[in-house]
């Protein structure tokens, strides 16, 4: 079974600073996808970017940006430029890949993020 | 495009009730997953239909079921409430390896 854990409960930044959250996870798959997904109070869940494990090179989309450490098993989410939207929790979550379709996802207890104005 | 879409979007039961709470996936997708999301936590993965039959089931006792129907549309059914089935439950559609788009959920409480 995978675990996935996300150590800071609550994080708050200024507007327009750089914030990382961090990710850990546990798994003895070989094969498989990392998420981060953004829930704010509305809380329609969205996702903010995503990681396939046989890729190397970090993902990146617009101000989020991932730090994919396969060895350490670790995955952080760095916001660049945060905006007072981005105010949400966010979630990482794994995915194990398995042959002709999508399991289903273990998530983390979430980060509270707070953008201060 | 008609995103993922869950029906109702409040419901009050009482112990002992059985509730269905229904979900249409996006348009293209073929896949649906249910999770429940307790107050301040993360989302619980309960099962996964594709093709009307479950695929991948969590760690949820039979109490908890499911049915997917030729549409895709896909509804959870929870018998024998209890106190604790209270929380959000979220409805995912998606198509092979493609990420899940989530529904805005149905909150249940249960009295």
């Known amino acids: 079974a995978q675990t996935v854990t996300q150590s800071q409960p609550e994080m708050s930044v200024q507007e327009a600073e750089t914030v990382t959250l961090s990710c850990t996870y546990d798994?003895?798959?070989?094969?498989?996808?990392l998420f981060w997904y953004k829930q704010p109070p509305s809380r329609q869940m969205i996702l903010v970017i995503r990681?396939?494990?046989?890729?190397?090179q970090n993902a990146t989309e617009n101000r989020f940006s991932v730090n994919f450490q396969k060895a350490a098993k670790s995955f952080s989410l760095k916001i660049s430029d945060s905006q007072l939207g981005d105010t949400a929790m966010y979630f990482c979550a794994f995915m194990k890949g398995i042959v002709g379709g999508a399991d289903g996802l273990t998530f983390g207890k979430g980060t509270h993020l707070i953008i201060q104005p | 495009d008609a995103g993922v879409t869950q029906s109702p979007t409040h419901l009050i039961k009482t112990r002992g009730q059985q509730v269905t709470l229904r979900c249409s996936p996006k348009?293209?997708?073929?896949?649906v997953s249910w999770y429940q999301q307790a107050l301040g936590q993360g989302p619980q993965f309960i099962f996964q239909y594709y093709e009307e039959e479950e695929r991948q089931r969590g760690n949820f006792p039979d109490r908890f079921s499911g049915h997917q129907f030729p549409n895709y549309s896909s509804e959870l059914n929870v018998n024998a409430l209890l106190l604790g089935d209270s929380a959000l439950y979220l409805c995912?559609?998606?198509?092979?390896?493609?990420?899940?788009?989530f529904g805005p959920g149905t909150r249940l409480t249960v009295l």
């Open positions: 990681q396939e494990a046989y890729k190397q």
């Open positions: 995912a559609s998606s198509r092979n390896y493609n990420e899940q788009f």
């Open positions: 798994t003895s798959e070989n094969n498989y996808y």
């Open positions: 348009s293209g997708h073929d896949t």
